[in-house]
């Protein structure tokens, strides 16, 4: 990219500015776009940059070196914005805290009374009169107590974060951007903007005592190592980083752990004391005013676009603020984007059933040998900071609830209520801030182009396009200022690599084509969410027009029209994340960009009433490129849904057997993902991403939601979930040939969705899945139910009654 020395005031954006030791590069901006023109004096800074190597230049590497372990500079961390962490003994102040909230005190009394009850009940302390009984009981508290807070000591050993040492967080720091810089060669980029404000935000915080709890969306590992390199870097207080105990593995846990994760389990069970220990150690964060991250999705995303919110950690932080014992918070939502996402390869095999492999530091290094690689750049942008205790105010007072911190109890469903307004608004404002990738708009392009491959032109006037499209719809597109599409292009192909895109050459022009659309449809995914509406308004009106005729035969009624996109949005609700002004806005707001695009024609009363809808000509004329491209987004998903649907079919009971009988849940999702292969190789299902379990696993929750299916979990076993078809959604079979009969609710359902599905080449729907396809999945069902009705040897029974014995036990 060239370097100019100004910037002109009428600039769409601000320019990049690298910083390189002190010296300052100024670069093009980094994006276009965006809701809000940008301040024209702001800069946005690269934050990284490579370093000497040693086999280079010794002297020059030893020197980097010697800066960061003597704290040269900024490398000094010394005037950190927030409050003092990196000191002998902070992990001592910290437990003590812990085990001084009163909270955590009455659970230990509760717990202790529990179990002394039990020990009375069952005869273990002598019943005596007098004293010497008070005395006995009294001592045997004060042990049941003493074991608890012992049992809270290794809780809180293994749990917190121990950010002691400054000369190993600059340590840290360094060891960090090396490898960075080794994988993302172009660094990680931020907005000046943003940043500036987040500093100002950051010293109003921390003169009140306050935390900004960090909510950044997970694509990688590579997320929180950003994030506290863009904290240190800036001088701003490193956050305490919620974290998977499984990352906390010999070397790289205790390396974390230094540098300021916070070991959770990923799952508490019904562990009562390990969960108090959690919110009295998020208390101490928030009251103590130290920054948080958390990541809003929980897991990362294998497919390349938000996950639904998670509520585990945001739960507790609700609580600290809601119970008055800490007076706020502030949010700060964050998008982290990449050209390339380390960890793509082994997405894909987890999506395809492949169980996950347990983290290990050599995986972690050699992801894709990630020490050598050039995966472009990281794209990190902070969305306008906000107070948690205006937020919940606002909600409390629209659910006419007492004010923060009285002693009112708030129902499970009114709590639940405000966790999913906060947990969708995050999401929405990560949306909004988050900066399209060259990648992901190449990604795109690619998967929605009808043929084989794509010329190079035909490629950069479709992202062109599809940049204009963004823009339009409040989006923003990375790299495109002052560097001609072809360029983008190019630079998006060599990051990409020829496993993701080949290219064909000795051809009139170079040719290029998708040679792993699995893996590609990631990078698509990141860009679904500007286009959801239209892409559900584009499959409801296929309904008509893949019927094909005239185009008379493909006008679709608005009624109709809008009756299936309201059925595609409910059924994708858990999947995507909509405006939030509801379907009627969203819906006219969507018509109206359509016809202003010339995509679809709409006729109207003579009081303006839309009554039918149909493509335009002018897009009949271009080969509906434009239609298509919204199709092709939402295709796989429909796809999926569908897959979904046709898998319940065939868990109809068989004739003779039970008709009570309860699947295993997990065994019922990896039947229905073999039974999606199965379809896709024979020609019946259109998308091989379709069978990811993640989208399947969603459309199954969906199931659930509607009553389709009925899910049950023990508590007291360690099994997992297990389902049934609800009686009144159950198919019926043929009595003589015990054939699953294509009729009922359940079909009815399937051919909803099947209607908007995108027509195969060879198959004729209706009487495909009607005969062949249904016939195949009962029979997958019936495996299921052979292995369900199937007794346990008795050596499985009796470890089972083993476990519960032990569970039992350890439970009193």
């Given at each position: 990219?060239?370097?100019?020395?100004?910037?002109?005031?009428?600039?769409?954006?601000?320019?990049?500015?690298?910083?390189?030791?002190?010296?300052?590069?100024?670069?093009?901006?980094?994006?276009?776009?965006?809701?809000?023109?940008?301040?024209?004096?702001?800069?946005?800074?690269?934050?990284?940059?490579?370093?000497?190597?040693?086999?280079?230049?010794?002297?020059?590497?030893?020197?980097?070196?010697?800066?960061?372990?003597?704290?040269?500079?900024?490398?000094?961390?010394?005037?950190?914005?927030?409050?003092?962490?990196?000191?002998?003994?902070?992990?001592?102040?910290?437990?003590?805290?812990?085990?001084?909230?009163?909270?955590?005190?009455?659970?230990?009394?509760?717990?202790?009374?529990?179990?002394?009850?039990?020990?009375?009940?069952?005869?273990?302390?002598?019943?005596?009169?007098?004293?010497?009984?008070?005395?006995?009981?009294?001592?045997?508290?004060?042990?049941?107590?003493?074991?608890?807070?012992?049992?809270?000591?290794?809780?809180?050993?293994?749990?917190?974060?121990?950010?002691?040492?400054?000369?190993?967080?600059?340590?840290?720091?360094?060891?960090?951007?090396?490898?960075?810089?080794?994988?993302?060669?172009?660094?990680?980029?931020?907005?000046?903007?943003?940043?500036?404000?987040?500093?100002?935000?950051?010293?109003?915080?921390?003169?009140?005592?306050?935390?900004?709890?960090?909510?950044?969306?997970?694509k990688s590992h590579v997320d929180y190592v950003s994030l506290q390199v863009i904290c240190y870097r800036l001088g701003i207080g490193l956050p305490v980083v919620v974290a998977g105990d499984n990352l906390n593995?010999?070397?790289?846990?205790?390396?974390?752990?230094?540098?300021?994760?916070?070991?959770?389990?990923?799952?508490?069970?019904?562990?009562?004391?390990?969960?108090?220990?959690?919110?009295?150690?998020?208390?101490?964060?928030?009251?103590?005013?130290?920054?948080?991250?958390?990541?809003?999705?929980?897991?990362?995303?294998?497919?390349?676009?938000?996950?639904?919110?998670?509520?585990?950690?945001?739960?507790?932080?609700?609580?600290?603020?809601?119970?008055?014992?800490?007076?706020?918070?502030?949010?700060?939502?964050?998008?982290?984007?990449?050209?390339?996402?380390?960890?793509?390869?082994?997405?894909?095999?987890?999506?395809?059933?492949?169980?996950?492999?347990?983290?290990?530091?050599?995986?972690?290094?050699?992801?894709?040998?990630?020490?050598?690689?050039?995966?472009?750049?990281?794209?990190?942008?902070?969305?306008?900071?906000?107070?948690?205790?205006?937020?919940?105010?606002?909600?409390?007072?629209?659910?006419?609830?007492?004010?923060?911190?009285?002693?009112?109890?708030?129902?499970?469903?009114?709590?639940?209520?405000?966790?999913?307004?906060?947990?969708?608004?995050?999401?929405?404002?990560?949306?909004?801030?988050?900066?399209?990738?060259?990648?992901?708009?190449?990604?795109?392009?690619?998967?929605?182009?009808?043929?084989?491959?794509?010329?190079?032109?035909?490629?950069?006037?479709?992202?062109?396009?599809?940049?204009?499209?963004?823009?339009?719809?409040?989006?923003?597109?990375?790299?495109?200022?002052?560097?001609?599409?072809?360029?983008?292009?190019?630079?998006?192909?060599?990051?990409?690599?020829?496993?993701?895109?080949?290219?064909?050459?000795?051809?009139?022009?170079?040719?290029?084509?998708?040679?792993?659309?699995?893996?590609?449809?990631?990078?698509?995914?990141?860009?679904?969410?500007?286009?959801?509406?239209?892409?559900?308004?584009?499959?409801?009106?296929?309904?008509?027009?893949?019927?094909?005729?005239?185009?008379?035969?493909?006008?679709?009624?608005?009624?109709?029209?809008?009756?299936?996109?309201?059925?595609?949005?409910?059924?994708?609700?858990?999947?995507?994340?909509?405006?939030?002004?509801?379907?009627?806005?969203?819906?006219?707001?969507?018509?109206?960009?359509?016809?202003?695009?010339?995509?679809?024609?709409?006729?109207?009363?003579?009081?303006?009433?839309?009554?039918?809808?149909?493509?335009?000509?002018?897009?009949?004329?271009?080969?509906?490129?434009?239609?298509?491209?919204?199709?092709?987004?939402?295709?796989?998903?429909?796809?999926?849904?569908?897959?979904?649907?046709?898998?319940?079919?065939?868990?109809?009971?068989?004739?003779?057997?039970?008709?009570?009988?309860?699947?295993?849940?997990?065994?019922?999702?990896?039947?229905?993902?073999?039974?999606?292969?199965?379809?896709?190789?024979?020609?019946?299902?259109?998308?091989?991403?379709?069978?990811?379990?993640?989208?399947?696993?969603?459309?199954?929750?969906?199931?659930?939601?509607?009553?389709?299916?009925?899910?049950?979990?023990?508590?007291?076993?360690?099994?997992?979930?297990?389902?049934?078809?609800?009686?009144?959604?159950?198919?019926?079979?043929?009595?003589?040939?015990?054939?699953?009969?294509?009729?009922?609710?359940?079909?009815?359902?399937?051919?909803l969705i099947a209607q908007s599905r995108r027509e195969g080449k060879n198959r004729r729907d209706g009487a495909t899945v009607s005969s062949r396809v249904l016939t195949m999945s009962d029979n997958v069902g019936?495996?299921?139910?052979?292995?369900?009705?199937?007794?346990?040897?008795?050596?499985?029974?009796?470890?089972?009654?083993?476990?519960?014995?032990?569970?039992?036990?350890?439970?009193?």
């Amino acid at each position: 990219m060239p370097s100019p020395k100004s910037v002109p005031s009428d600039e769409p954006s601000a320019p990049d500015l690298q910083i390189v030791g002190k010296q300052l590069t100024i670069h093009p901006s980094g994006f276009t776009g965006g809701p809000e023109a940008p301040d024209d004096g702001i800069t946005e800074r690269n934050l990284i940059h490579h370093y000497t190597r040693f086999r280079q230049s010794p002297l020059d590497f030893l020197r980097e070196v010697s800066l960061y372990m003597s704290g040269t500079g900024w490398r000094a961390y010394d005037d950190v914005i927030g409050q003092p962490v990196f000191y002998s003994g902070f992990s001592e102040k910290i437990k003590a805290t812990i085990l001084g909230s009163p909270m955590l005190q009455e659970k230990v009394r509760e717990l202790a009374s529990t179990r002394l009850a039990v020990e009375e009940k069952e005869g273990l302390v002598e019943i005596k009169e007098g004293d010497t009984f008070d005395q006995k009981r009294a001592r045997r508290r004060h042990e049941i107590e003493t074991a608890l807070r012992e049992v809270v000591d290794d809780m809180m050993d293994n749990m917190i974060c121990k950010m002691e040492s400054k000369s190993f967080i600059r340590g840290a720091y360094y060891v960090c951007t090396q490898l960075l810089t080794r994988a993302y060669h172009q660094g990680i980029h931020v907005s000046s903007e943003e940043v500036l404000r987040l500093r100002s935000v950051a010293q109003e915080a921390a003169k009140k005592k306050q935390s900004i709890v960090f909510l950044p969306c997970h694509k990688s590992h590579v997320d929180y190592v950003s994030l506290q390199v863009i904290c240190y870097r800036l001088g701003i207080g490193l956050p305490v980083v919620v974290a998977g105990d499984n990352l906390n593995i010999p070397l790289l846990g205790p390396f974390l752990q230094h540098a300021g994760a916070m070991w959770i389990r990923r799952s508490f069970g019904n562990d009562p004391l390990y969960h108090t220990v959690v919110q009295a150690y998020i208390d101490s964060i928030l009251q103590e005013g130290y920054n948080l991250e958390c990541f809003i999705e929980g897991g990362r995303s294998r497919t390349g676009k938000l996950l639904s919110p998670k509520f585990g950690i945001l739960n507790f932080i609700v609580d600290s603020v809601l119970s008055g014992r800490v007076e706020d918070t502030i949010i700060c939502p964050v998008s982290t984007q990449y050209d390339k996402v380390i960890e793509t390869e082994s997405y894909i095999s987890e999506l395809l059933g492949q169980p996950k492999p347990k983290e290990n530091l050599a995986d972690l290094l050699s992801s894709s040998s990630v020490l050598s690689l050039q995966l472009g750049r990281v794209d990190v942008r902070f969305h306008q900071p906000w107070s948690l205790r205006e937020f919940l105010t606002q909600q409390l007072a629209r659910l006419n609830c007492s004010h923060l911190g009285t002693n009112q109890k708030l129902a499970q469903s009114e709590r639940g209520r405000i966790l999913r307004t906060l947990g969708y608004r995050v999401l929405s404002e990560i949306n909004d801030v988050s900066v399209m990738m060259p990648t992901a708009l190449v990604g795109t392009v690619l998967l929605t182009l009808r043929g084989r491959g794509v010329g190079k032109a035909e490629l950069v006037r479709r992202l062109e396009w599809l940049c204009e499209r963004v823009r339009a719809k409040g989006g923003r597109v990375a790299h495109f200022y002052r560097s001609p599409t072809e360029t983008v292009v190019d630079r998006a192909l060599d990051v990409m690599g020829p496993k993701l895109v080949g290219e064909i050459s000795g051809l009139v022009e170079p040719t290029y084509y998708a040679v792993d659309r699995f893996q590609l449809s990631f990078y698509r995914n990141m860009t679904i969410h500007l286009f959801i509406t239209e892409a559900l308004v584009s499959a409801a009106m296929y309904t008509k027009i893949k019927q094909g005729g005239g185009p008379a035969n493909q006008r679709i009624a608005y009624d109709a029209l809008k009756n299936q996109v309201s059925f595609l949005s409910q059924l994708f609700r858990g999947e995507f994340i909509f405006p939030p002004e509801g379907l009627d806005i969203n819906m006219e707001r969507t018509m109206r960009g359509l016809e202003t695009d010339g995509v679809i024609q709409i006729t109207r009363d003579s009081t303006g009433l839309p009554q039918s809808v149909e493509l335009s000509d002018s897009e009949r004329k271009c080969g509906r490129e434009n239609y298509d491209f919204y199709c092709f987004l939402i295709w796989p998903f429909i796809e999926s849904s569908w897959l979904g649907a046709v898998s319940l079919l065939g868990l109809t009971p068989p004739l003779d057997g039970s008709q009570d009988i309860w699947l295993d849940k997990k065994k019922a999702l990896d039947s229905a993902q073999l039974l999606g292969k199965t379809l896709y190789h024979q020609g019946d299902l259109s998308y091989f991403e379709a069978v990811n379990k993640e989208t399947l696993k969603n459309s199954y929750q969906r199931f659930e939601e509607e009553g389709i299916i009925l899910v049950a979990k023990d508590k007291e076993s360690r099994a997992g979930p297990s389902l049934r078809l609800a009686p009144e959604w159950t198919p019926e079979r043929d009595p003589t040939t015990g054939k699953v009969l294509p009729q009922g609710r359940l079909w009815e359902f399937t051919e909803l969705i099947a209607q908007s599905r995108r027509e195969g080449k060879n198959r004729r729907d209706g009487a495909t899945v009607s005969s062949r396809v249904l016939t195949m999945s009962d029979n997958v069902g019936r495996g299921l139910f052979y292995n369900a009705a199937a007794p346990a040897p008795a050596d499985v029974v009796s470890k089972q009654r083993r476990r519960q014995a032990i569970a039992t036990d350890s439970k009193l």
